[in-house]
């Protein structure tokens, strides 16, 4: 069965220093990764997905399936970026998600 | 656009009553789902739908079961509520075909006393 592991449950950051939010997939087929946000008192929302390999709002992530890792970035982090981080693994029509990070960004 | 509501944002229940959350979408999307999301847990799927009366089980399904008469709508069903079913439930939709993303509901906050 696939699992998707977040080891933080809580990430603090100053404003404009870089971000990394870890995410740590097991899957025996071939992975189809995303992340989602939900911003305080909004809906959980796509953030970006692997097969595109677009920025969206400054941030990337990189599918390494070496390391079966999907980690996300930003090199300089804004007070919106504040909110709740989701990495999902869609297989077979169904996301598993992880634990969820909060991101905390301090003025 | 792709809109998915839910019918209540706030819902509280006595322990033991039926309860019925509802969703509804207006984009023809085949897939439907149900989460539950707590705190430290993350979402789990509850139950999903790949087409009318058709149900398949989550990860945790015990305690609650689903309806889908109609493509847009996608009913979840606590038979008897209990204290541990307190918590956030999300619906979320997607085209049929496995390679989309899921488009979420603004959730219903279930309290159960």
């Known amino acids: 069965a696939q699992r998707v592991t977040q080891p933080e449950k809580l990430l603090s950051v100053f404003k404009g220093a870089p971000v990394e939010l870890k995410c740590n997939y097991s899957?025996?087929?071939?992975?189809?990764l995303f992340w989602y946000v939900q911003y305080s008192r909004q809906r959980l929302q796509l953030l970006l997905r692997?097969?595109s390999r677009e920025s969206i709002k400054g941030f990337t992530a990189d599918l390494n399936k070496g390391e079966t890792s999907f980690h996300l970035k930003k090199p300089f982090a804004q007070e919106e970026d504040s909110a709740m981080y989701y990495c999902a693994l869609l297989a077979y029509e169904k996301l598993t998600f992880g634990t969820g990070t909060r991101l905390t960004i301090i003025p | 656009d792709v809109k998915v509501t839910q019918s209540s944002r706030y819902l509280v229940k006595r322990t033991g009553e039926k309860v019925f959350l509802e969703c509804v979408q207006d984009?023809?999307?085949?897939?439907m789902f149900w989460y539950r999301q707590d705190p430290g847990l993350g979402l789990r799927l509850i139950y999903f739908?790949?087409?009318?009366?058709?149900?398949e089980k989550g990860d945790i399904p015990e305690g609650y079961s689903v309806s889908r008469e109609k493509k847009e709508r996608f009913s979840l069903i606590l038979e008897s509520a209990s204290t541990n079913q307190t918590s956030m439930y999300l619906c979320?939709?997607?085209?049929?075909?496995?390679?989309?993303?899921?488009?979420f509901g603004p959730g219903t906050r279930l309290l159960v006393l």
């Open positions: 979320a939709t997607s085209i049929a075909g496995g390679q989309e993303t899921q488009y």
């Open positions: 899957y025996s087929g071939s992975p189809e």
């Open positions: 984009m023809d999307h085949e897939n």
């Open positions: 739908s790949y087409d009318v009366k058709m149900k």
């Open positions: 692997h097969i």
